[in-house]
């Protein structure tokens, strides 16, 4: 036994090396694991985010285009087929409609109010008497197709309706839901009409 006790700080230290690669081994592999797990996940966000953003860009363009439609189109202005109903019961008419329209598409409103005759519209202006306009403002809660489904609803409608604002922004804690400022001016005439008229130019 003396013979090798010469070799038994050789034993430790080649007992706390491999101790220490061990210790390492198991200290350093589930690290690396992770950080691959982590990279996995950062790297399949950044990729369903590009899709999302993608996707938004999509809807952005759809809904410029049907903007852009509406705004040059030849529709009708709303008239009651009876005289003396009141702006009341024609903004109640149009008011239901917009309304009827977004709950038809399973948007979800998270405010609405609205702002009868804006000084700033021409037929505010110049024909009041015969004119009535309103402003109706809406924050609304949706996903990008049911968006898009309200808003083909709303060029689809038989009567002029202009778009005055559109912001569409993805919900912060949830990426497929969009938070949405949808406003619109409603245009009615006061009393029933003879002849045909078109939109504002």
């Known amino acids: 036994m003396e013979k090798y006790r010469r070799y038994y700080g050789v034993f430790a230290l080649a007992a706390a090396v491999i101790a220490f690669f061990f210790i390492s081994y198991k200290i350093i592999v589930p690290g690396i694991d992770q950080i691959k797990s982590s990279q996995a996940k950062i790297e399949k966000s950044e990729k369903d985010l590009a899709g999302l953003e993608s996707k938004l860009k999509i809807v952005q363009s759809k809904i410029q285009k049907i903007k852009s439609s509406i705004m040059t189109s030849q529709k009708k202005i709303y008239y009651p087929l009876e005289a003396d109903l009141g702006n009341d019961t024609l903004f109640f008419t149009l008011y239901s409609d917009i309304v009827e329209m977004v709950h038809a598409n399973s948007v979800k409103i998270k405010s609405i109010d609205y702002t009868p005759n804006p000084d700033t519209d021409a037929f505010v202006k110049f024909g009041k008497d015969v004119y009535f ?26 009567y002029y309706i202009k778009i005055n604002n559109l912001s569409v922004k993805p919900y912060e804690k949830d990426k497929k839901i969009l938070l949405s400022t949808l406003s619109l001016r409603l245009y009615a005439h006061t009393a029933p009409e003879e002849t045909s008229a078109t939109v504002p130019q």
Do not use: A, F, R, T
């Not at 402003?135 to 038989?158: R, T, W």
């Open 133 to 158: 306009v309103c402003d109706v403002n809406m924050e609304l809660v949706s996903n990008y197709v049911n968006l898009g489904k309200l808003i083909q609803d709303v060029y689809q409608y038989p």
